[in-house]
């Protein structure tokens, strides 16, 4: 696809949804993200592309500039706009139970939260069947943006029955360490890992355009004696995570 077709109007923007530079943004990151667009390859000058486009040249700034926030664009003083190769992938094992803080803190990289939505809730049939709570009593939620080094990476929705976390206000950073603090962190969990393509607000957040295909994790954590403690849902961005697991014979 040539550079004529590929920004002409009618290949990304759709009246009602959303800003034009938003949405000329996530058409040029899902180029990059399939393919048509490869490592290396230069974007057309602001004025060429605004032309194409049939935008200002305050759209195609404001497109740009959120995909070199998103890792996508590298900006060359005097030379242009450049495609960027893929960043090594961050690895996490699906074998250990280790918080987001401390696998970034063990990479040496720098862990940040953002606190989208927290409080103390009914229970939803999906939290009554995870954690095993009854209709009348409480639940903790926490929604947060995760990122490292300054680039999102994941959002996690966590639930937890009030007992064990009365007051979700006292999670900041690590969920994990709040627990351990009340000596109620879990010691196993099961995660069921699934490929979706991200959607709306979530995208976003992400940075990603919209329907790109991420890695839905839902995870079950649990005390020793077995209870159902912490329900996550989490969306991580496949292009820079890697989950990795490690499988042994069983003896059998």
């Not at 709040?178 to 109620?184: K, M």
């Not at 996550?232 to 989950?243: A, L, M, P, Q, V």
Request: net charge neutral; aromatic share 6%.
């Amino acid at each position: 696809m040539n550079a004529e077709s590929l920004f002409q109007p009618e290949t990304w923007h759709r009246p009602g949804q959303g800003p034009r530079y938003l949405q000329l943004s996530r058409h040029i990151g899902r180029a990059i993200t399939e393919g048509t667009l490869q490592e290396g390859q230069q974007l057309p000058a602001e004025r060429d592309l605004a032309e194409l486009a049939n935008v200002s040249r305050v759209t195609v700034r404001k497109a740009v500039a959120e995909l070199v926030e998103a890792g996508l664009i590298e900006q060359r003083r005097g030379a242009g706009s450049f495609v960027m190769g893929s960043a090594p992938k961050t690895e996490q094992s699906l074998s250990t139970l280790v918080s987001f803080t401390e696998n970034m803190q063990a990479r040496g990289r720098v862990s940040t939260s953002r606190v989208l939505d927290r409080g103390l809730f009914p229970p939803s049939p999906d939290e009554i069947m995870a954690l095993g709570l009854s209709p009348s009593v409480s639940v903790a939620r926490i929604e947060r943006l995760r990122s490292a080094d300054d680039t999102p990476m994941a959002i996690e929705r966590s639930s937890l029955p009030s007992d064990i976390l009365p007051d979700p206000e006292a999670v900041e950073t690590s969920l994990y360490a709040v627990l351990r603090r009340r000596g109620q962190a879990p010691s196993r969990a099961i995660q069921r890992v699934t490929a979706v393509n991200v959607k709306g607000a979530d995208a976003q957040l992400l940075c990603l355009p919209e329907n790109t295909a991420i890695l839905q994790i839902d995870r079950t954590a649990y005390l020793d004696n077995g209870r159902p403690v912490e329900f996550t849902r989490g969306f991580y961005r496949s292009d820079i995570y890697d989950f990795v697991s490690e499988l042994r014979p069983d003896g059998g």
